[in-house]
């Protein structure tokens, strides 16, 4: 049996949302799925007001995958999806894992 992480992580919405370089992780492994999200690039935008430039994510991949411990290989990923910014690949992620989890 696998020891549990101990930490403090950011919570959004009830559920753990962890990045390590350019994946993040949403969800719990209690669920039968969570969001995977891989930055693929950066592009730089100005900070409103102050005309300074950051860095940014621009192209995300996003998978919906099972936790199932049984379930090996291309069968975890359930959904796969393509976003330009992390906003709108974290929110499409977010109601596609909401549905998942509710009715799968």
Do not use: H
């Not at 969001?35 to 621009?58: C, F, N, R, W």
């Amino acid at each position: 049996m696998t020891e549990q992480i101990k930490g403090k992580y950011l919570i959004y919405r009830g559920l753990p949302l962890v990045r390590e370089n350019n994946m993040i992780c949403y969800g719990s492994m209690k669920d039968k799925y969570v969001l995977y999200m891989m930055i693929l690039s950066y592009k730089e935008a100005a900070l409103a007001g102050s005309g300074a430039k950051v860095t940014v994510p621009d192209r995300i991949i996003g998978q919906i995958v099972s936790t199932d411990p049984n379930c090996v290989g291309p069968d975890k990923i359930v959904k796969n999806f393509e976003k330009n910014g992390l906003y709108e690949a974290f929110d499409m992620g977010t109601v596609i894992l909401e549905r998942y989890n509710r009715t799968k």
